[in-house]
T-cell receptor, first 115, second 115 residues
Framework: AQKVTQAQTEISVVEKEDVTLDCVYE???????LFWYKQPPSGELVFLIR??????QNEISGRYSWNFQKSTSSFNFTITASQVVDSAVYFC????????????FGAGTRLTVKP | ETGVTQTPRHLVMGMTNKKSLKCEQH?????MYWYKQSAKKPLELMFV???????ENNSVPSRFSPECPNSSHLFLHLHTLQPEDSALYLC??????????????FGPGTRLTVL
């Protein structure tokens, strides 16, 4: 079965610092999908990005960027010039094409951005 | 606004009560999910419905009973719960196609407390 590891339980930074959230995954499938979600204090999981296993191109969206490396089974998320509103719990998740209803989440990383 | 709503947002119930959680999606999706999020544990997939049929039940105790009357609505009926069932219950929906994994969009969750 697939597995997602987010080794960083909590990270605290000061506003305007850059921060990288790590995500390492395990899967036997050759076709799979990786996701990042943000969970603010309100509780709702907000979708940030989806990547399929055949697309290793890194992506940038404003202050957010993602680094997908199949060689190290990692899908890391970087926030540039962090802001207080970025404070949330961030989840990395993996879904295999062979069992696409079963999305496995990492334990999450709680990011606190201090003013 | 993710297009997935959940009611109630907060619920306190005794162990002998019967209550129901409701989820509604306005995204035209054909699959819906219930997740449980407990403190210090990864999100746990409970139930999956695709085209209104249950396709996955991850060994959830029978005191949780799902119902999917149509592709837009999903219920979770609760009876004789235990204090350890206190958690945030999240609903999600996605558009499933032939072997395709689409993104799951989440509702705000119901914070359940069992006394």
């Amino acid at each position: 079965a697939q597995k997602v590891t987010q080794a960083q339980t909590e990270i605290s930074v000061v506003e305007k610092e850059d921060v990288t959230l790590d995500c390492v995954y395990e899967t036997r499938d050759t076709t799979y999908y990786l996701f990042w979600y943000k969970q603010p204090p309100s509780g709702e999981l907000v979708f940030l990005i989806r990547r399929n296993s055949f697309d290793e191109q890194n992506e940038i969206s404003g202050r957010y960027s993602w680094n997908f490396q199949k060689s190290t089974s990692s899908f890391n998320f970087t926030i540039t010039a962090s802001q207080v509103v970025d404070s949330a719990v961030y989840f990395c998740a993996l879904s295999e094409a062979s069992n696409n209803n079963d999305m496995r989440f990492g334990a999450g990383t709680r990011l606190t951005v201090k003013p | 606004e993710t297009g997935v709503t959940q009611t109630p947002r907060h619920l306190v119930m005794g162990m002998t009560n019967k209550k129901s959680l409701k989820c509604e999606q306005h995204l035209g999706h054909n699959a819906m999910y219930w997740y449980k999020q407990s403190a210090k544990k990864p999100l746990e997939l409970m139930f999956v419905y695709s085209l209104e049929e249950r396709v996955e039940n991850n060994s959830v105790p029978s005191r949780f009973s799902p119902e999917c009357p149509n592709s837009s609505h999903l219920f979770l009926h609760l009876h004789t719960l235990q204090p350890e069932d206190s958690a945030l219950y999240l609903c999600a929906s996605s558009q499933e196609g032939a072997g395709n994994t689409d993104t799951q969009y989440f509702g705000p969750g119901t914070r359940l407390t069992v006394l």
